[in-house]
Structure formats: C-alpha cells, structure tokens
T-cell receptor
Framework: AQSVAQPEDQVNVAEGNPLTVKCTYS??????LFWYVQYPNRGLQFLLK????DNLVKGSYGFEAEFNKSQTSFHLKKPSALVSDSALYFC???????????WGAGTKLIIKP | KAGVTQTPRYLIKTRGQQVTLSCSPI?????VSWYQQTPGQGLQFLFE???????NKGNFPGRFSGRQFSNSRSEMNVSTLELGDSALYLC??????????????????FGPGTRLTVL
C-alpha cells in the first residue's frame, strides 16, 4: 500500500541555521512527490515537486528538496531558516494509478529567533 | 487570477443536520479535490472531480457526497452530521488539461477552507 511518513511531529531550529524536514514514502510505481506549507489559519500552499529529472528540486521561498530513490526519501531543506518559515509542512505522494494524493501527517516547524 | 474560494468560511451545525459546502476553483481549472483536515488525522482525501465526473473517492462513509457543475464549481454535502465531522474542509483545484495519467504532475491550489463545528 502507498504511504507517506513524516517521522517528526515538530522540528525546532534557530534562525539562521539550516533546516531539514523529513519525508519517506512507499509507492508501487514511480513517485510524484510534493511539499506543501500551511501557515496559521490559511490553506495549503505548494512549495515544490519532484516528477523526474534532477534529484535536487528547488522551490518557493528558498526551499529545496532532495529525492533519494534508494532511501525512498524526499527531505525538505533550507540553508538558512527564517522566523517566518514557522508553519506546518506536509509531504505528499501521488499514486499515478488513481491520481489520489497521499499525505503525510505534517511536521510543525518552529524557528526561534 | 482569483484564487480558490470556499463558502462559507465558518459553519456551526448540530448532530443530525446536513450541510453543503461550496468551492469555486481558479478560472480554467477543471479538477477539484476535497479534503478533511483534523488535528488527529491530518489531511484525508474525500473525493476528486474532473469535468463533472467523480474519478476518485477516499475512504469516507456515504454520508459524504459531492458534485461538480459544468462551470467547474463544486459542492460537497454531509448528511446526518456527527460530532466527529468537526474539521476544516479544504478544496483544491488543479490545472489539468486531460483526465489522463499526465495529470498527476500538477500541483494543487488550495482554498482557505470551511471550518465546520458540529455540536
């Protein structure tokens, strides 16, 4: 069965430090992977996606993610965290067979000044 | 372009009642998906519509239903409300051109959600 795991409920990072939000997945075919962010009292916003090609994907707000096929991971990264990055982050994988997006449980990212 | 709009933004109902939520996708988007978001369960997929056809459905009881109109606007209905239906209901549209497999490439654009409280 297809699944997505975000092993950390919460990640705390000091402002200016690099950040990583982890995501691992399990799908039967080629994965289409996405990261979304949800700011308080707002809907989700698309950050970036991996479909094919370079394993390092660059997205909005300075975020990037690295696709690792052997480790079935798609970790979200940013070289220098900002307080405004504090939000809830969701990883999702699309099952190409039925178009449904399967979502991780979300990781709360807290950036401390 | 205007974003995805959802109405109403907030709703309070009592157990046993029914509710209809509305979603207007971004102009030109033909795919609309609905999700339920709760603190305990995260994001749960409800259903997806493309060109007025439901092409995918999540694991929710038959009390949850939806439809899409010819202008791509979508509604979802929940009948016989239960306390556990209290959640944020999110609608998302996607700029799919066809219903084929390549549609899986596209990101979704989310509305602000409808906060449903069942008392």
């Amino acid at each position: 069965a297809q699944s997505v795991a975000q092993p950390e409920d919460q990640v705390n990072v000091a402002e200016g430090n690099p950040l990583t939000v982890k995501c691992t997945y399990s799908v039967s075919g080629n994965p289409y992977l996405f990261w979304y962010v949800q700011y308080p009292n707002r809907g989700l916003q698309f950050l970036l996606k991996y479909i094919t090609g370079d394993n390092l994907v660059k997205g909005s707000y300075g975020f990037e993610a690295e696709f690792n096929k052997s480790q079935t991971s798609f970790h979200l990264k940013k070289p220098s965290a900002l307080v405004s990055d504090s939000a809830l982050y969701f990883c999702a994988v699309r099952d190409g067979g039925n178009y449904q997006l399967i979502w991780g449980a979300g990781t709360k990212l807290i950036i401390k000044p | 372009k205007a974003g995805v709009t959802q109405t109403p933004r907030y709703l309070i109902k009592t157990r046993g009642q029914q509710v209809t939520l509305s979603c207007s996708p971004i102009s030109g988007h033909r795919s609309v998906s609905w999700y339920q978001q709760t603190p305990g369960q995260g994001l749960q997929f409800l259903f997806e519509y493309f060109s007025e056809t439901q092409r995918n459905k999540g694991n929710f009881p038959g009390r949850f239903s939806g439809r899409q109109f010819s202008n791509s606007r979508s509604e979802m209905n929940v009948s016989t409300l239960e306390l556990g239906d209290s959640a944020l209901y999110l609608c998302a549209s996607s700029p799919l051109r066809t219903s084929g497999a390549s549609s899986s490439y596209n990101e979704q654009f989310f509305g602000p959600g409808t906060r449903l409280t069942v008392l």
